[in-house]
Every structure is written in structure tokens, then in C-alpha cells.
């Protein structure tokens, strides 16, 4: 079955501190993305994963593959009240096919 | 600009009734998705389609129907068979196949209400 699973599902942080969101797959893959969603609002992508060992950085966010691991992390540095929002990763599972799964998605809230 | 343009944003159905979501892209992308966002939950993938007059079922596509007639147009059906259908509906596309950019880009999503 093809899986995809986040953690944790929430978490609260403080301004100022760091901390990883971690996605973990079930099958082959090795291309992972990152989005970003608001309240109400659609998917915004944040980072594109196509090998083993990509890493991309944007602003205070970092993301990094480790495709033998089946685990991509999303890095948090110095968090901000406009983090504050739903991030989701999602795996595709090629295997012939374009599917993407999503994962859980974790919710964050940065507290000023 | 090039985009995926979701319409309506908010569409109300009684029970009973059938209705289609529009979902337009312009990126010249080959693959189409839906999926359905229940609140406080993930995305949980409809139907999705690689190419023109060709679709499959997601993990989720009891009480959907697609169609591909058009490289640029997904629409989604949500039949009266579906007994829960009130959700967020998000469609996206991807694979530039000249570039061969897997990366998906979503509409604005569509909020759907049994009334």
C-alpha cells in the first residue's frame, strides 16, 4: 500500500526556535514535494525534491531527501508568526504512472 | 498568466442532485487530478488522467465521475451516489512533457455544500 506519514500532525512553536517536520513514505520514490496550505485556501509549492540528497532552502525553511531512508525533512530556522500554516509532503509514486499521495500534513502554529 | 482556474468557488447541492466541478489549465500540462479535502484532513486523491480520453480511480472515486476530452479540461461529476460529498475540492495538473517538470500546481479549490 502506498503510504505516506507526517509528523507530528501539530505543533506549536515558539518565535524564534527551530524544529523538523518529518515525512516518511512506504515505496521507491524519488521525487518529493513540499506545499504550504492556509486556512481555506489552496496548495502553495514550496520545494521540489528530484534525487537522493537534495536539499533546497527557502527563507527559513530547508527541505531534504534521503531516498534509501524514504524520509524528506522539512527544517524550520528562527520561526516566524507568518509560518504559521498546514505543510503538507507528497510522494510521487511513478511505478509507470503519475500519482501523487499526500501526506497527513502537519499543522503549525508559531506563537509570538 | 498561465494557471489552473477552478470554478465555481462555492457550490451548493441538494440531495439528490448531480453536479460538475470545472477545473481549466492553460500550462500545457498532460497529468489531471482531483482530490477531495474533508476539514482538518489531508488530500485524498479522486480520479487523476496522464493524457487525453484516459483516466483512472484514486483511492476515492465511488460517487465521482471524470472525463478528458481535452487536454485542457478535467471536469468532476459528483453523482448522488456519493453520500457525503460536502468537502473542499482541489484539481491539479503536472508534467510538462517537454520539460518533463513533475511539479503540481492546485486551483483555488472548489467548497462544496449538500444543502
Request: charged share 20%.
Amino acid at each position: 500500500e502506498l503510504k505516506v506519514e507526517q509528523n507530528p500532525l501539530f505543533l506549536s512553536m515558539q518565535e524564534g526556535k527551530n524544529y523538523t517536520i518529518y515525512c516518511n513514505y512506504s515505496t521507491t520514490s524519488d521525487r518529493l514535494y513540499w506545499y504550504r496550505q492556509d486556512p481555506g485556501k489552496s496548495l502553495e509549492s514550496l520545494f521540489v525534491l528530484l534525487s537522493n540528497g537534495a536539499v533546497k532552502q527557502e527563507g527559513r525553511l530547508m527541505a531534504s531527501l534521503d531516498t534509501k531512508a524514504r524520509l524528506s525533512t522539512l527544517h524550520i530556522t528562527a520561526a516566524v508568526h507568518d509560518l504559521s500554516a498546514t505543510y503538507f509532503c507528497a510522494v510521487d509514486f511513478t511505478s509507470g504512472t503519475y500519482k501523487y499521495i499526500f501526506g497527513t500534513g502537519t499543522r503549525l502554529k508559531v506563537l509570538a | 498568466d498561465g494557471g489552473i482556474t477552478q470554478s465555481p468557488k462555492y457550490l451548493f447541492r441538494k440531495e439528490g442532485q448531480n453536479v460538475t466541478l470545472s477545473c481549466e489549465q492553460n500550462l500545457n500540462h498532460d497529468a489531471m487530478y482531483w482530490y477531495r479535502q474533508d476539514p482538518g484532513q489531508g488530500l485524498r486523491l479522486i480520479y487523476y488522467s496522464q493524457i487525453v480520453n484516459d483516466f483512472q480511480k484514486g483511492d476515492i472515486a465511488e460517487g465521482y465521475s471524470v472525463s478528458r476530452e481535452k487536454k485542457e479540461s478535467f471536469p468532476l461529476t459528483v453523482t448522488s451516489a456519493q453520500k457525503n460529498p460536502t468537502a473542499f475540492y482541489l484539481c491539479a495538473s503536472s508534467i510538462d512533457s517537454g520539460t518533463w517538470n513533475t511539479e503540481a500546481f492546485f486551483g483555488q479549490g472548489t467548497r462544496l455544500t449538500v444543502v
